[in-house]
């Protein structure tokens, strides 16, 4: 997706921004682009707005992509995390529920609206729902999961999830291996199209059906088509969740 100019108007039809807004998708959904597009207009508002990204807990974060922000020591764990992640899949649902669990322990809520980018163990569990054909609400359907889940939202939160085609996937993973800005986890998705999907599916499944998150099918959206879908699902109540 191309890149947000530097002078941003306000915009008439987005509404301000909620107290807590988690952006999901998976590699190559245009998170980072989202984000910042929501955050440019927002600020030409005149609304203060915080970013982190991973989880609720993160450190605020600048508005480099997730890509850019990892650099070559960000990569090389990536890689390593991927390489021994067959060894360790037995664990990594535990994993899950405990990284999820400690992020929402450790969030205090910010003096600005938030905007967090991805969350790290939301996406682990669709990596590893994701990777066998059967169907993924037989595995997801554990009580202790489904109470995590439940429970990872901070009050208030408005969620999004992201989804693209395989096409649009595939083109934009190759424009970042031109550019040379791609890391382990984009080529993960690129080396089996189908598993990618699996994964994709299995996260827009998980936030729909445990944190009322709402769809937008992020395929090569302008500005304005962005602007619309964005406006539409921002203006939605916000669902009561347990805290």
């Known amino acids: 997706m191309h890149p947000i100019p530097p002078a941003v108007s306000e915009s008439p039809m987005l509404p301000p921004p909620p107290p807590v807004l988690l952006i999901l998708g998976t590699d190559a959904a245009g998170k980072d682009y989202v984000a ?14 915080e970013k982190r990204a991973g989880g ?14 990892k650099g070559r020591w960000g990569r090389f764990r990536e890689q390593a995390f991927l390489g021994v992640f067959p060894l360790l899949r037995p664990l990594l649902s535990a994993v899950a529920r405990l990284l999820l669990a400690r992020d929402r322990r450790r ?19 669709a990596l590893l729902l994701g990777q066998q054909r059967e169907e993924w609400a037989t595995r997801a359907r554990s009580p202790a999961l489904e109470r995590c889940l439940r429970a990872a939202l901070p009050p208030a939160t408005t969620v999004v999830v992201l989804d693209v085609a395989p096409a649009t996937r595939h083109r934009r993973i190759a424009a970042r291996i031109r550019a040379g800005t791609v890391d382990p986890f984009d080529r993960y998705m690129l080396a089996d199209p189908d598993r990618a999907e699996r994964i994709e599916r299995c996260l827009v499944q998980l936030a729909t059906s445990y944190l009322d998150a709402a769809v937008i099918e992020n395929d090569d959206l302008d500005d304005d088509a962005l602007e619309r879908e964005l406006a539409r699902v921002l203006c939605r109540p916000t669902p009561f969740l347990p805290p």
């Open 56 to 69: 609720f807990a993160a450190p605020a974060a600048d508005a480099r992509s997730s890509s850019d922000s």
């Open 36 to 49: 910042e597009f929501l955050i440019h207009r927002w600020r030409a508002a005149g609304h203060r707005v």
């Open 107 to 125: 969030y205090r809520p910010s003096a600005a609206p938030l905007v967090v980018v991805s969350h790290t163990a939301l996406r682990l569990l």
